[in-house]
């Protein structure tokens, strides 16, 4: 279970930061409704991911919330040294907007998290 969560932890976060890298103007459009979409989808996917870890890492549901930590915890470290030299990783983008990433990171983490407890906690 540690090998298989910690390993997707960091394929996890290696996708993000490759959509970040390849799609990352597309997530920090101007205006509300972009912003208000960005952590909608986020908090959705985060809280899907925690749901279904279980499933995916083969883990009885009492030990999903175990298996998440596991996934969250070097993604939440990667994605803060990423989001501490933003404009060393994402030039293209405003450096500013390190602030909405390293939010939306914890927001996507958070539901994950969150999802998983809800999932251990009615097994």
Not at 55 to 82: D, E, F, Y
Not at 109 to 123: D, H, K, Q, V
Request: no cysteine.
């Amino acid at each position: 279970m540690i090998v298989r969560s910690l390993g997707l932890g960091f394929g996890l976060a290696a996708v993000i930061f490759a959509l970040f890298h390849v799609a990352g103007p597309w997530f920090f459009l101007e205006g509300r409704r972009p912003f208000q979409l960005n952590f909608t989808f986020g908090g959705a996917l985060g809280l899907m991911l925690g749901l279904s870890a279980p499933a995916i890492l083969r883990v009885p549901a009492k030990a999903g919330l175990h298996a998440m930590a596991l996934v969250a915890v070097p993604g939440m470290l990667i994605m803060a040294a990423v989001g501490s030299h933003f404009a060393v990783f994402f030039p293209s983008l405003n450096p500013s907007l390190d602030k909405v990433f390293g939010s939306l990171m914890l927001w996507f983490y958070g539901f994950a998290l969150a999802g998983s407890l809800w999932r251990a906690r009615g097994a």
